[in-house]
């Protein structure tokens, strides 16, 4: 702009202060207008600038965003998984006392949670008796035979995890002493086996060699001591029986030299008069057991006018 003449007058070759674009900062520029055209640029392009400075921040917060949500749901979803699956613990039922050489099932079951083996494993921890077998959700278990009240410890082990064990206690019932324990009637084989030597230093002739069943009875006759009844050696004259001695360990010994009382026959061939007749018994031994069983042999004499009769008597038989 010039000055002629006092008139003002716009120069050709110039643009109006406001037609002039701002590119950077004058390094005249009069105050007023151009200063605050360059300052209202300037702002302008500051906000551009801001603008997308905003709009970038804005993206990379929404990818952040985007990512932390997608970390936050993986997260969730791991925190909400189900736990690992295991057993709790292990259940067992059975008898909480039981007789000497009785039997009773016994069961377990094994609790967890999700998928688990449901084997059980069983152990006889202390006590002692037998199982029927060593896995499985039922056993049975008999009873050890006992002379004292015991208890008995059985365990239940789950495969899965052998820190899980159900417990089961078991008071036992004693047997009785053996010489009540074996008192009772026995059917079973009788091999009666009788042989005679009718004159000194003769051979023995047999006259008797049979199997037959029969029965005897055992009765208590003292703290170990029983009896015998029943037919022996062919003959029923021992009516109050062959004593003999009962042991713990399941052995029974008979009295030695035992004399039945003498009873008399009359002679054979008629012409009157008696003929005593003696039964003895030599020695004898057998075994019995708190199941039933009996088993002995017996080795007697009977003598009378006839001449000696030996007779050698096995038995096996079951109480009834």
């Keep these: 702009m010039r000055f002629d003449r006092g008139v003002q007058v716009a120069s050709p ?16 520029a009069p105050r007023g207008t151009a200063s605050r055209e360059y300052t209202t640029g300037t702002t302008a392009l500051q906000s551009r600038e801001h603008r997308g400075t905003v709009e970038r921040t804005e993206k990379g917060s929404e990818m952040r965003l985007s990512r932390l949500l997608l970390f936050g749901i993986v997260a969730c979803g791991d925190s909400q998984a189900p736990s690992t699956a295991g ?17 009773a099932t016994l069961t377990a079951s094994v609790q967890g949670t999700g998928a688990f083996s449901p084997i059980v494993n069983w152990v006889i921890n202390s006590g002692g008796g037998h199982l029927s077998a060593a ?5 049975q278990y008999t009873a050890p035979l006992v002379l004292d009240p015991s208890t008995v410890e059985i365990y239940a082990v789950a495969d899965a995890d052998h820190s899980k064990v ?35 230093g003769q051979p023995l002739n047999v006259i008797v060699d049979r199997h037959v069943t029969l029965s005897y009875v055992v009765s208590q006759a ?17 009516t109050d029986g062959v004593p003999f001695t009962v042991n713990d360990d399941g052995t029974l010994i008979f009295a030695q ?15 009157g008069g008696q003929c005593q007749v003696g039964q003895y018994v030599f020695n004898g031994a057998g075994t019995w ?4 069983n ?8 009977l003598s009378s006018c006839l001449g000696d009769v030996y007779g050698d008597q096995t038995f096996a038989g079951h109480k009834q």
Aim: proline share 9%; aromatic share 10%.
């Design 13 to 28: 070759l110039r643009r109006a202060p406001s037609q002039v674009p701002i590119r950077g900062r004058p390094s005249a």
């Design 87 to 103: 057993v709790t613990s292990v259940l067992v039922s059975g008898p909480t006392s039981l007789q000497f050489l009785a039997s």
């Design 135 to 139: 896995t499985g959700a039922s056993v």
């Design 166 to 200: 159900g417990k089961l206690s078991v008071a036992i019932t004693p047997a009785p002493a053996g010489v009540v324990a074996i008192a009772g009637t026995y059917i079973g084989d009788l091999h009666d086996y009788e042989f005679r030597r009718p004159v000194a």
């Design 222 to 238: 003292g703290p170990h001591l029983a009896k015998l009844t029943g037919w022996l050696n062919g003959d029923a004259s021992c």
């Design 257 to 271: 030299n035992f004399a039945c009382p003498s009873y008399y026959i009359p002679y054979p061939g008629g012409g």
């Design 289 to 292: 057991d708190y199941l039933g």
């Design 294 to 301: 009996l088993q002995f042999v017996l080795h007697m004499d």
